[in-house]
């Protein structure tokens, strides 16, 4: 007879704001996922994949109420807060990090996996509830047994929107023609007095889940960071 699984308690994640959970069963991943994990991890022998989220506002909210000075206040509250949760809920325990960290992680593969991945003509994942304003947060091996979670079964809320007004929205002209032009979205935010620097005209155009929308300075500092890793490239 087999052993019951240990229920999964959110609740230390849902006040970090991390209120997007998905457990996977190692051994029941698809091949090529199963295989890029151990390349990101030879050897790990974990029996779980612990994918986690945030969507909307909270958890921007709980990072700046913890005060942390730090150049990645999201990955550092993160990173705090998921070890704080394992202890918790698995003591004697451990779990290796893959997200956030150097570790080779298929985000969006993954996040598809769970039903929560849309593609959006902007280039960023998309749901039903909270539209583009929800991320990945952490993925981790995990010495666990919790329930596998079931994917999430919904249609890509782009399927059914006519007007498409994120592509007429981008003023670099970069969704036009079907497929996004990366160049032209580079080339139009390296720009100085580029007013998609530290945001994206397209995303905030998106209709669905405008009520999640993230705080103004979230905004900005997402997109900062990555105006800052595109300069760093070019």
Not at 13 to 42: I, K, M, T, W
Request: aromatic letters at 8%.
């Amino acid at each position: 007879m087999l052993s019951p699984r240990q229920p999964f308690d959110a609740s230390l994640l849902h006040e970090a704001g991390l209120n997007l959970q998905a457990v996977f069963d190692v051994a029941a991943l698809p091949e090529e996922v199963a295989a890029s994990l151990e390349r990101a991890a030879p050897g790990h022998g974990r029996r779980q994949l612990i994918l986690l989220g945030h969507g909307g506002r909270r958890l921007w909210q709980a990072v700046q109420a913890a005060g942390l000075d730090s150049d990645h206040p999201i990955d550092d509250f993160t990173i705090a807060s998921v070890g704080r949760w394992f202890a918790a809920v698995c003591p004697g325990r451990d779990f290796h990090l893959l997200y956030p960290g150097d570790a080779p992680v298929g985000l969006q593969q993954l996040g598809q996996l769970a039903g929560w991945h849309h593609p959006s003509p902007f280039m960023v994942g998309v749901r039903q509830q909270w539209g583009s304003w929800y991320a990945y947060r952490a993925a981790l091996l995990a010495d666990s047994d919790f329930p596998p979670t079931p994917p999430l079964q919904e249609a890509s809320p782009c399927a059914s929107c006519a007007p498409r007004v994120c592509i007429e929205a981008c003023p670099a002209g970069a969704l036009a023609g079907g497929r996004f032009d990366l160049a032209a979205c580079v080339a139009w935010r390296r720009q100085p007095a580029s007013p998609c620097r530290h945001t994206c005209l397209a995303r905030l155009a998106c209709p669905v889940g405008r009520g999640h929308r993230y705080e103004p300075a979230q905004i900005r500092h997402t997109y900062a960071q990555s105006l800052a890793a595109i300069e760093a490239y070019y």
